[in-house]
């Protein structure tokens, strides 16, 4: 048994139908990062991961590729272990649905609830969603079709077993009221609890139609239904019913992270199939939102999905992790592209961190010979800067206990711009024109090597490889395989007199002309749409300071055309004072060019020109939309108001 505390943390276990793609990866990596995160706080960390093998999606895939289930998931899984190598997943194990491990517990747990009563047999009539590996009533229905994914649904009539989930209802309704953190965040808490109060219908967990799954272990004829059988594999992989004191050290889970998709699977079937068996739910299921693409949800029958391989190729398995944390706020859904990927990496990792470790490397080479030198008097902005990180490490370990991976990576991104901003203030290159400031030149150095070590501490869960590139530079870690979390919060632990040797850019820039970005039609990006529109939204707050960098201007469009081959893009000529501007605009689907010219609009004017469908796009223009897209209004002005007025 083990001394530490433990934390166990899960991804869903993946339909190995086809590789995976940034949706799978982004989970896994938020996993991942929760799991980098408490092993530096000293926890003992299980992080499982792994592929749900079973059931009928699997086996048309297969028979679609001519090949029989077995080989062809093998296949794919090979390929998904590899690409979480790739992004450097530290898993302590990956649990596949048709190991002998597995199907022994299915099967000993089906027995157990069958004899207990919870049960039994019956005829089921009903729809049958493959892809979701659903069932559903005739009322559930939308348009006929299934009500999650909106596909085609299968009408089933097969002698059946049934789990008598009503029985537990209330028990898992006053657990949830009891429990606020079970279900997390708040708004699918509440979607939940509604969804049990409507009632609940007993679950069909046998099906007779096809072979590949676990056999109900008293009649051969039946195998279990794929998500009774999946669901189960969060106690498989933690020894349930093999190794008991394993068991007893890591269960129940601390996190089953997962999307709002299987969210009730994961709180209604799941705990009620604990409950059966009376072993303890879960501390938390946490239902993150969906990583979009501009035309909606990515799908392979869409044909939209983002390789993660391909991008951990281009970009560095760094910036990949960092662009998918940053891109989903807190619960929401976030809209994805390849262009909005690469403006993060240019602004928020090659401007604001890599400047931030080349320019106080290079000051270090320059003043001191590369030997960072001691810490020297102290004047009133290093307290501040001192405190900015002291707040910074508290928010930072805050928002990662929630798994608010934006509001951490923001956090940690509130020292990096206090210690830009700390260079500007101290001005480092006048220090060291006065031989009498040496000392100064010196505190001030030491300070902003002080800073990088704590930044690099708070985002090594997020970019694993950073703080051994880096090292390479700035020797600040004795041992980047040890890093400890809680050093983070303390300052001055930085040796005087480690060496540095300026380096290779840690984030080189990219040139967004460079990208070669074929859209398929729907899928141009909307260069003005808000992202994750849900009730409820939470954003992160932001100081007035920071909403002063917002250039807002009043702009009067002189002329707008569509954008050849996209359904979705205006580019639109505006005239801000004296100066005219060109823009592109995804608003083509809400606007006729020539709806706009004349009008007043508001202009983000300070935004980084990017290319967009090789025209370069200098601002956004501000406009609502409601919360699926279909009704979208520029915001315009109305009065003699001049063109190129500053809006604050
Ligand atoms: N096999 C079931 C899970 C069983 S768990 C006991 C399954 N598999 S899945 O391959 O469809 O994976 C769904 C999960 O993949 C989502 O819950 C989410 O974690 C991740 N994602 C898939 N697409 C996604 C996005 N577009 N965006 C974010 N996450 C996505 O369901």
Redesign the pocket.
């Known amino acids: 048994m083990s001394t530490k505390k433990t934390y166990y943390i899960t ?5 190995p139908s086809d590789n995976l ?1 940034i ?2 990866a ?2 896994t990596v938020a996993a991942d990062c929760m799991a980098r995160f408490k092993r530096m706080q000293g926890y003992d960390v299980f992080y499982l991961t792994g592929t ?1 093998e079973h059931g009928q999606k699997i086996e048309r895939a297969a028979q679609e590729k001519g090949l029989m289930p077995g080989p062809y998931v093998d296949g794919i899984v090979k390929n998904i272990r590899h690409l979480w190598e790739q992004l450097l997943i530290t898993n302590n194990d990956f649990i596949r649905t048709t190991e002998t491990r597995h199907k022994d517990v299915v099967q000993k747990i089906f027995q157990k609830v069958f004899d207990q009563g919870d049960i039994y047999i019956s005829n089921y009539e009903g729809w049958y969603c493959t892809p979701c590996e659903t069932f559903f009533t005739q009322r559930q229905l939308q348009d006929e079709k299934c009500p999650d994914c909106g596909r085609e649904v299968e009408l089933l009539q097969e002698e059946s077993y049934f789990f008598n989930m009503s029985k537990y209802a209330d028990r898992l309704l006053q657990h949830i009221e009891e429990h606020e953190d079970f279900i997390q965040p708040e708004s699918r808490r509440n979607e939940v609890i509604n969804f049990i109060k409507s009632g609940l219908e007993d679950l069909c967990v046998s099906r007779t139609t096809f072979n590949w799954g676990i056999q109900v272990p008293f009649n051969q004829k039946h195998i279990v239904y794929v998500w009774f059988d ?2 189960i ?1 969060y106690i498989t992989a933690v020894g349930y019913a093999s190794d008991e004191e394993m068991f007893q050290n890591y269960w129940p889970a601390d996190v089953h992270l ?2 709002k ?2 969210l009730r ?1 994961h709180t209604i079937i799941w705990p009620i199939i604990l409950m059966a068996i009376d072993i303890p739910l879960p501390k938390k299921v946490f239902g ?1 939102g ?3 693409l501009e035309g909606g ?2 799908s392979k029958s869409k044909g939209n999905v983002v390789d993660p391989l391909i991008l951990k190729d281009k970009y560095g398995v760094d910036a990949v992790r960092y662009s998918l944390l940053k891109e989903l706020s807190y619960g929401q859904d976030g809209i994805y592209s390849e262009e909005m990927m690469v403006n993060r990496i240019n602004s928020d990792l090659a401007n604001d961190l890599g400047n931030l470790i080349s320019r106080s490397i290079a000051m270090i080479d320059r003043y001191f010979d590369g030997v960072l030198p001691e810490p020297g008097p102290h004047e009133d902005t290093d307290e501040d800067l001192k405190n900015t990180a002291r707040e910074v490490f508290e928010g930072a370990t805050e928002k990662l206990d929630k798994l608010d991976f934006t509001n951490y990576l923001q956090n940690c991104w509130r020292l990096i711009s206090r210690a830009n901003k700390y260079i500007d203030e101290t001005e480092p290159w006048l220090l060291a024109k006065e031989e009498g400031r040496k000392k100064r030149l010196a505190a001030v150095l030491y300070n902003l090597a002080e800073s990088i070590r704590i930044i690099l501490l708070m985002t090594a869960p997020t970019m694993p490889t950073l703080a051994a590139r880096a090292n390479e530079q700035i020797e600040i870690f004795t041992d980047v395989e040890r890093m400890n979390w809680m050093e983070a919060g303390m300052w001055g632990l930085t040796p005087a007199g480690i060496k540095t040797q300026k380096g290779p850019s840690l984030f080189p820039r990219i040139d967004p002309a460079s990208l070669d970005i074929e859209y398929a039609g729907e899928d141009a990006p909307e260069v003005s749409k808000t992202q994750g529109d849900e009730a409820g939204r939470q954003t992160a707050e932001i100081t007035f300071e920071e909403f002063a960098r917002l250039d807002l201007r009043v702009a009067e469009v002189i002329s707008c055309e569509k954008i050849k081959k996209t359904d979705k893009l205006l580019k639109v000529q505006v005239k801000i004072g004296e100066e005219e501007r060109t823009l592109v605009a995804g608003i083509a689907v809400y606007y006729q060019p020539d709806d706009l010219v004349g009008k007043k609009v508001v202009l983000v004017a300070n935004l980084k020109p990017t290319k967009l469908r090789g025209v370069l796009s200098q601002g956004m223009i501000l406009a609502a939309s409601d919360e699926n897209g279909t009704m979208m209004e520029v915001l315009t002005l109305e009065s003699e108001i001049p063109p190129g007025s500053r809006i604050k």
């Open positions: 991804t869903p276990i993946y339909y793609h949706g799978h982004y989970t749900d999946a669901l594999n997962i999307a998709d299987i699977f993150h969906w990583i979009l949800k990515m």
